[in-house]
């Protein structure tokens, strides 16, 4: 048997993925695992690809993108998310996956130090364990899952080249307190290490504003966002980056050599979900839905029995089970087979995060989602 790369040799599949499988063929089940968006793309997105694919948009484009969709996301970048970028500052990806891969490969590697607050998206781990750094997790603080600053900072010094964090946070829907994200910046121009700030649910804000790092400096920052979550888009493929003009030069050639550029007919029905108002309408639209889910999901949870609190952004709730002495997998397993509910265990996120779970109340209707509760609330009756 011919034997893996040492890079991946204790990688495993992530615990998001892992639950999907044994998910697969419960019958009855209602899903808050995965973070996919049940509505539709909006129509004009849709129709624009299809157009796209007519006009002959099948080829390679660009390496980091077409002009057009490049100018309108710095535009998009500068009013939205207060960052002064410009389109040679950005790099259009094959989603935000690819974008925290190609960044981690382009400037990590064995010897060095990334940092990950946790709790945090499986992906970061993973990608940064296959580039051979040590990853260092900093659980953020219990109770309100902000940053913990001083841990970071003690734990910062010159092996330290990345720091992965992720705001709106998934699985807490935290938006970090501006002051700290300011903090940070200093802390990775003074140290010089990388910020890699996910952002891919920066749309999808509730009471609080969106909070983005490179709004206080784009030095040593690289912002991630994309289409998936917000325009439902999950399938599409299709995310971008921002940095500085060296940084995104230096990441470019890595981009170029592992998919060319992302494809054509959908960089084009992107930028029409960039520019076009019913597209952003949509937007509005869906994150007012989410809400909504948000506003009952929590209450009824933390009626049965599982404190959680109110998530300021993305579409996850993320539920304290410490009080049932079981481990998080042994609870989402547990619950899987009694409830038929699907959702994820905390641990998949962190170490440190063993004693939660997490519901997405993105791909399951109002009606679902009651019943679902009904069902949990049974079994914790019974616990
Ligand atoms: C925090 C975070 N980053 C990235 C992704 C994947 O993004 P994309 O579909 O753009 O690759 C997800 C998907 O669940 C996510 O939750």
């Known amino acids: 048997m011919v034997k893996v790369a040492s890079g991946v040799e204790k990688i495993k599949l992530s615990g998001i993925e892992e639950m999907n499988e044994l998910a697969k063929k419960v019958e009855g089940l209602i899903n808050m695992g995965q973070g996919k968006p049940v509505f539709k793309t909006p129509l004009p997105v849709i129709n624009a690809a299809k157009k796209a694919l007519d006009e002959g948009h099948t080829k390679y484009t660009l390496s980091r993108g077409i002009e057009e969709l490049r100018v309108a996301l710095a535009n998009k970048m500068r009013d939205y998310n207060k960052i002064d970028a410009t389109p040679e500052e950005i790099l259009v990806t094959v989603g935000v996956s690819e974008g925290i891969s190609i960044s981690l490969m382009t400037y990590a590697e064995r010897g060095d130090k990334v940092i990950i607050p946790t709790p945090s998206h499986p992906f970061f781990r993973i990608m940064a364990e296959f580039v051979g750094a040590d990853v260092v997790e900093v659980p953020c603080k219990e109770g309100d899952f902000s940053l913990d600053i001083e841990a970071i900072e003690d734990i910062v010094d010159e092996r330290t080249k990345a720091m992965l964090i992720n705001v709106p946070n998934n699985p807490t829907g935290k938006i ?185 109340f993105a791909d399951v209707p109002q009606s679902d989602l009651s019943e679902a509760m009904d069902r949990i609330e049974k079994v914790i009756k019974r616990m």
């Not at 504003?209 to 289409?227: D, P, V, W």
């Not at 709730?317 to 087979?337: C, E, Q, V």
Request: charged content about 25%; some cysteine; glycine content about 6%.
């Open 176 to 360: 970090y307190d501006g002051r700290q994200l300011k903090s940070l910046q200093r802390m990775a121009t003074n140290q010089d290490f990388l910020v890699i700030s996910d952002e891919i649910y920066d749309y999808i804000v509730f009471e609080k504003k969106h909070e983005s790092i490179a709004k206080y400096g784009k030095e040593n920052i690289i912002t991630l966002s994309g289409f998936s979550k917000a325009y439902s888009m999950t399938g599409w493929r299709i995310g971008y980056m921002h940095s500085t003009e060296d940084i995104i030069d230096n990441i470019l050639p890595i981009h170029n050599s592992l998919v060319v550029s992302a494809p054509d007919f959908i960089q084009v029905a992107a930028l029409k979900a960039v520019n076009d108002e019913t597209s952003l309408n949509f937007v509005k639209a869906t994150t007012e839905e989410y809400r909504k889910r948000r506003d009952f999901v929590v209450k009824r949870l933390n009626e049965i029995g599982l404190p959680s609190n109110l998530p300021e952004g993305a579409y996850y709730a993320f539920s304290d089970i410490s009080s049932y002495r079981m481990d998080s997998l042994g609870f989402a397993k547990f619950l899987l087979k009694v409830a038929k509910v699907l959702c994820v265990p905390g641990i998949s996120f962190g170490k440190d995060w063993d004693g939660y779970v997490r519901f997405s």
